[in-house]
């Protein structure tokens, strides 16, 4: 069990109670979780809240730095274009996640984060033990909002 992922999966939850779609982040810096975040897009009625780009920016301020050098993401999906781009430029060191996105078969976050267009590359790792989870927190989420 990861407390960092778990961690992740809690505040997945906090937004699925608030009608957010439930995906969570934590970032974490010397074995210490430095921010956390969820999804607030409904609630802010801003495109760019997800829970990648608010933990990142309260890591930011944390650290009085957009160098985020010696941290690490867990995040409860893989992120998408808009977030894998956040954390490279925010230089994230490792990525975590829980849930492959189901949406994107041509591997975009990857490619991001791999791309010989960045000065930085960004390791991640699927927590596999995580997946059947992280997926069913969203598949619920979805299929409760569409009988609505």
Known sequence: MNMFMEKAIE????????????????????????????????????????????????????????????CEMYVTLEPCPMCAGALANARIKKVYFGANDRTSSDHLFEKILTSNRLNHKCEFQQLEEYQESCAKLLTKFFKQNRKS
Do not use: M, Y
Not at 27 to 37: E, P
């Open 11 to 70: 505040n997945a939850n906090k937004a699925f109670s608030k009608n957010e779609v439930p995906i969570g982040a934590v970032i974490v810096l010397d074995g210490k979780i430095i921010s956390s975040g969820f999804n607030k897009r409904e609630k802010t009625k801003n495109a760019l809240h997800h829970a990648e780009i608010i933990a990142i920016n309260k890591a930011c301020k944390k650290l009085k730095s957009w160098r985020l050098e010696n």
